[in-house]
């Protein structure tokens, strides 16, 4: 393990198929009731010609990746890994309905000085399509003694 709880080159995937129901039940928690989501009428006249999944549900798909990198360092672990946030995050191409996304989290660098690991993402749909890139920053925080 290279003298931390994770290592460069670990890595996670994740893989869904969007449905209507996500969007609109991450619609009404967020409050993000956008027509690019929701208006089906109004996205028809768009030269996307349909609703579109929130950016911000591919960030909860990068959120699951990152808890599913770091799953296997928790046993024994005398810190607590936390999310800095995420930086660079770009939206590439529209996900549609019924597309199937696959997220890759990959553990790109370890600062053990700082007690931080960054981890570089990719989001592609079932055609191979790179719709999301981004990376995250997690702080490796001392647990109570």
Same mark, same amino acid.
């Given at each position: 393990?290279?003298?931390?709880?994770?290592?460069?080159?670990?890595?996670?995937?994740?893989?869904?198929?969007?449905?209507?129901?996500?969007?609109?039940?991450? /619609?009404?928690?967020?409050?993000?009731?956008?027509?690019?989501?929701?208006?089906?009428?109004?996205?028809?006249?768009?030269?996307?010609?349909?609703?579109?999944?929130?950016? /911000?549900?591919?960030?909860?798909?990068?959120?699951?990746?990152?808890?599913?990198?770091?799953?296997?360092?928790?046993?024994? /672990?005398?810190?607590?890994?936390?999310?800095?946030?995420?930086? *660079?995050?770009?939206?590439?191409?529209?996900?549609?309905?019924?597309?199937?996304?696959?997220?890759?989290?990959?553990?790109? /660098?370890?600062?053990?000085? *700082?007690?931080r690991s960054t981890g570089d993402i990719k989001v592609t749909n079932q055609d191979g399509t790179l719709v999301a890139v981004g990376t995250h920053i997690l702080k490796w925080v001392k647990n109570?003694?």
């Open positions: 393990m290279s003298g931390f709880y994770v290592s460069v080159g670990d890595r996670s995937t994740f893989t869904k198929t969007v449905g209507e129901s996500d969007v609109y039940l991450f /619609a009404g928690i967020t409050g993000d009731f956008s027509p690019n989501h929701v208006n089906k009428s109004y996205m028809e006249k768009s030269s996307y010609g349909r609703l579109q999944a929130h950016g /911000a549900l591919l960030i909860g798909f990068m959120s699951t990746t990152s808890t599913l990198v770091i799953a296997k360092s928790r046993e024994g /672990a005398d810190e607590t890994p936390v999310s800095l946030g995420y930086d *660079r995050i770009r939206f590439l191409a529209p996900v549609y309905f019924g597309d199937t996304l696959t997220t890759e989290y990959v553990i790109s /660098a370890i600062d053990t000085e *700082r007690r109570k003694s």
